[in-house]
């Protein structure tokens, strides 16, 4: 069920979830995430990644937890997931997709 989906753009936000699919292997979206967060000034906890999927994890300057994961969908591409707090931000999860389109650019 979208709760506020951009039509067209292959972005939709989904039970606290801001999903989207980007040009990047997950080891890319891995290491463009964590850049993100640090021009977003969000403590970075955890940063994994193989082939197959990643997962950053940052803290807020509010002590709300941010994870984004990625997992590989055909060659060279990831599905991306961005959660905000226990429930989601939509908001803020639209600002740190957008700082981490700006670091993969």
Known sequence: ????????????????????????????????????????????????????????VGRTGTDRRVQITAE?????GSEVFIRVGIFGDEHMSRQILDALKKQLD
């Not at 590989?72 to 060279?76: A, F, K, N, Q, S």
């Open 72 to 76: 590989m969908v055909g060659e060279g």
């Open 1 to 56: 069920m979208a709760v506020g989906a951009a039509g067209g753009s292959g972005l939709a936000y989904m039970i606290g979830d801001l999903e989207t699919k980007v040009n990047a292997t997950p080891k890319e979206v891995a290491a463009a995430a964590g850049r993100a967060l640090e021009d977003l000034e969000i403590r970075l906890i955890l940063e994994n990644s193989s082939k197959l999927d990643a997962k950053v």
